[in-house]
């Protein structure tokens, strides 16, 4: 059920953007309806058998001022679901509770352009700088000065309030257990502020920014850090023929770079194969706040070089890869074997996409293999993946796609078995003027959990009335 926090910000959310996207001179209404059934037998026995229902909308009202310059503009967003495989005696369960009749305000703001170099966003939004994205109720101010021709420079500050529980394919809690966990007490402060600023340079071939952001919250016992970032990132075309990339970042409570990347590729002429490799230094970080600081997780350094060679003849496009890992215990640079916690691991694949015809239509089938082991059965062990994939447009509206995916696994650990598992999925999707639709089915057999079964349905619509 909603809390008072909650219904207060949908509430506001419509007050405010409402009234204004009604005397818009262009709306454009977005709906994506989703149905999944799921059969998955838990460890104990039981069935899980969700069926979760989702809905979400979008209204947005363009040239609210209806100067055709579309200056000022305004956006808000819900979504909805329910498990209606839930029974009523786990309403009350902390892990299922979030599942039963959830309604979240994915954004609400306003967003106005007063000047040609000068862009205000109000409200909940999404903004990305070097750092990674960030999903904010709060205000940002960005000037894009043009330095010269082709450069533009670029300055925003902003703050506000983090959005921790949001269904965005962006927000922490979604992709990375580094966001604040419900509960926790981060989440449960009196007060909690995010912000920050970025400044940069960007050209037709190169663009380089740094950036900083802070959040702090406060309680009845004092006021805390959750987390202090400074980060750079870079791209450039250095040649026609070479592309480099880079990011960084410097994470103050950890004292120490937590995030490093540097990938390049080379294209070494008609013909020939394209390179591109890359290396990355990953120290989990947690926000002061999160359960996950009891146990944390290994930090590493990795690298990975592809060659990826066309082949008219074939309409196909064949890749080779190898990678590596070293896993640090004590969270210091490698040392490359020499300490006792390190820990290495390697991988080889290759893949292929190719374009086909299957009975007259047009059809891509891609596959990937990879292999990977550890060094000193220290971490991991041996894992091996094969995955294909088939498209096929079996008429202009409509595709069928199917995919196999096979795993294996020998931990490196003696307590734990050998195991496998085959994943296969057979999904449709109908494009039509008034909307979109998705079917999906996907079934699963391991050694480890047994067998399961999946079925989504999925309808999305965008109206400009």
Same mark, same amino acid.
């Given at each position: ?12 959310? &419509? ?32 069935? #899980? ?33 329910? #498990?209606?495989? !839930? ?9 299922? =509770? ?81 966001? &604040? ?105 947690? #926000? ?16 990975? !070089? ?70 000193? =059965? ?13 498209? &096929?447009?079996? !008429? ?8 196999? !995916? ?60």
């Amino acid at each position: 059920m909603l809390n008072r926090g909650e219904i207060a910000a949908i509430v506001l959310g &419509v007050a405010l953007l409402l009234p204004a996207v009604g005397h818009a001179q262009t709306v454009r209404v977005q709906t994506d309806t989703q149905a999944r059934m799921t059969q998955m037998r838990r460890i104990d026995g039981t069935i #899980d058998a969700g069926r979760v229902f989702s809905q979400s909308a979008r209204v947005s009202g363009f040239d609210l001022l209806g100067t055709q310059t579309n200056s000022l503009s305004a956006h808000v967003g819900f979504r909805f679901w329910n #498990d209606f495989g !839930l029974v009523n005696r786990l309403k009350d369960d902390a892990v299922t =509770d979030m599942y039963w009749n959830q309604t979240l305000l994915e954004e609400a703001y306003v967003r106005w352009q007063p000047l040609p170099t000068l862009l205000l966003r109000a409200g909940r939004h999404m903004r990305l700088d070097a750092l990674g994205a960030k999903d904010v109720d709060g205000l940002s101010v960005m000037a894009q000065p043009k330095l010269g021709r082709g450069v533009r420079g670029v300055v925003e500050v902003w703050a506000g309030q983090d959005v921790l529980y949001e269904t965005s394919p962006l927000s922490p809690d979604l992709w990375d257990i580094q966001g &604040v966990p419900e509960g926790s007490q981060a989440a449960e402060a009196d007060w909690s502020i995010s912000g920050g600023a970025r400044a940069g340079l960007n050209g037709s071939k190169a663009g380089v920014e740094l950036a900083w952001n802070r959040r702090q919250y406060s309680d009845a016992d004092g006021t805390y850090l959750a987390e202090e970032r400074v980060g750079a990132a870079m791209h450039g075309q250095v040649t026609d023929a070479l592309n480099v990339s880079a990011k960084a970042s410097f994470h103050t409570i950890l004292n120490d770079v937590d995030r490093a990347t540097l990938v390049a590729a080379y294209a070494m002429g008609p013909g020939a194969p394209t390179l591109s490799t890359g290396i990355e230094r990953i120290v989990p970080w947690f #926000d002061s706040g999160s359960i996950f600081n009891v146990f944390g997780a290994q930090p590493y350094e990795g690298a990975w !070089l592809k060659a990826q060679q066309r082949v008219e003849g074939l309409n196909t496009e064949f890749d080779v890869r190898v990678f590596g890992r070293i896993y640090e215990g004590d969270q210091d640079l490698v040392d490359f074997g020499a300490g006792s916690a390190d820990a290495t691991t390697y991988g080889v694949g290759t893949g292929h996409e190719t374009s086909l015809h299957v009975l007259g239509r047009a059809a891509t089938w891609n596959s990937v293999v990879t292999y990977s082991d550890s060094i000193d =059965d220290a971490y991991g062990g041996s894992r091996a993946l094969a995955q294909t994939r088939v498209r &096929v447009q079996a !008429l202009n509206a409509i595709g069928i796609e199917s995919r196999l !995916l096979w795993l294996w696994s020998r931990p490196a650990n003696s307590r734990y078995r050998e195991g496998q598992g085959v994943t296969g999925t057979l999904g449709m999707d109908w494009r039509t003027d008034f909307g979109a639709f998705m079917a999906l089915v996907e079934s699963s057999q391991t050694t480890f959990q047994g067998g399961n079964l999946q079925a989504y349905l999925s309808y999305r619509a965008e109206v400009w009335p």
